[in-house]
């Protein structure tokens, strides 16, 4: 069965600051990948997300997330945090059969001054 | 893309009492999924509800617990039913649309329950 690890439940990081959050999944063949953001009180919102082609995948607000196969990896990546980056973050792997998407445990950031 | 609406946004319950949350898309799609975010935990499938048949619940989740109807393929509603304070969480629904490197699923803002 399909399953996401991520491994952080919190990180906190300086504003300006570089950010990685990683995601880990167990899935028998090439999944599809996404990394959500909730922000508090707000609703889910797609950052990316992975099919195929190219392992480096671009995202809104300035996220990108690399897929390694070798790793069973897709870690969020972000060169310069910005406070309003502050939230919860969700790696999520959807079945390719019926885009069944199951959620990982979740990392909440904290961006401090 | 899609807008999601639901409702309530939030309530506060009796315990033994049930909840109809709403759930309103601005465009017609073939499956509506229902989501349960626990206080501090991430996202649970409840069911996935397709128009005009029954839903299809996840292991842990049962019909009796948490009937849901589908009368069109922009409407749904997920009840809550004798509830209980294990039962306080946020509820989402969801849409997806496409395939492959089109698809995208959206999220409704959610329903804070607090069960007492």
């Known amino acids: 069965a399909q399953s996401v690890t991520q491994p952080d439940i919190h990180i906190t990081v300086s504003e300006g600051a570089s950010l990685e959050l990683r995601c880990n999944y167990s899935?028998?063949?090439?999944?599809?990948l996404f990394w959500y953001v909730q922000s508090p009180g707000q609703g889910l919102q797609l950052l990316l997300k992975y099919f195929s082609g190219d392992t480096l995948v671009q995202g809104i607000k300035g996220f990108e997330a690399e897929f390694k196969r070798s790793q069973s990896s897709f870690n969020l990546r972000k060169p310069s945090v910005h406070w309003s980056d502050a939230a919860e973050y969700f790696c999520?792997?959807?079945?390719?059969?019926?885009?069944?998407?199951?959620f990982g445990a979740g990392t909440r950031l904290f961006v401090k001054a | 893309s899609a807008v999601i609406s639901q409702k309530p946004s939030r309530d506060i319950c009796q315990r033994g009492t049930s909840l109809t949350i709403q759930c309103q898309v601005d465009s017609q799609v073939t499956m509506m999924f229902w989501y349960r975010q626990q206080p501090g935990q991430s996202l649970t499938l409840i069911a996935t509800a397709n128009q005009g048949s029954e839903a299809t619940y996840e292991s842990g989740f049962v019909i009796d617990k948490f009937p849901i109807s589908r009368p069109n393929l922009t409407f749904s509603t997920l009840t809550v039913s004798n509830m209980s304070p294990e039962d306080s969480s946020i509820y989402l629904c969801?849409?997806?649309f496409g395939q492959g490197a089109s698809y995208e699923q959206y999220f409704g803002p959610g329903t804070r329950l607090t069960v007492t």
């Open positions: 999520a792997v959807a079945d390719t059969g019926g885009f069944k998407t199951i």
């Open positions: 969801s849409v997806e």
């Open positions: 899935y028998g063949a090439t999944p599809y």
